[in-house]
């Protein structure tokens, strides 16, 4: 993290994005961005049985109800990825992951 400089002016913006990132509300505007662009990519009917997690290293992590979700999904894979790749280019999503858990 930089450090002011006597006499030195900061930006308002680069004072809020370093305000964003200490507490951060960047993490949680991507989180809600990414299972924003999930629910339009998966549809209603997959995105009422799945939440999108995490992206790391270019494969997002999906959490699904059950197996049935799982492959599904794994049949719209092509899909759904070339979706979430044009609303999200800057998450670089390249693969998906699916894991059978308690979505609450």
């Given amino acids: 993290m930089s450090q002011r400089q006597p006499g030195k002016v900061q ?28 629910d339009v990519a998966a549809g209603e009917r997959l995105a009422a049985h799945s939440v999108a997690g995490n992206v790391q290293r270019g494969t997002l992590l999906v959490m699904v109800a059950n197996s049935t979700i799982s492959q599904m999904i794994s049949f719209q894979k092509p ?26």
């Fill in 79 to 104: 899909q759904i990825l070339k979706s979430l790749q044009e609303q999200l280019p800057d998450h670089g999503i390249t693969d998906l992951k699916i894991k059978v858990g308690r979505i609450d």
């Fill in 11 to 38: 930006s308002i913006k680069g004072t809020l994005a370093q305000l964003m990132v200490q507490k951060g509300y960047a993490q949680v505007q991507t989180a809600d961005a990414t299972q924003q662009a999930w």
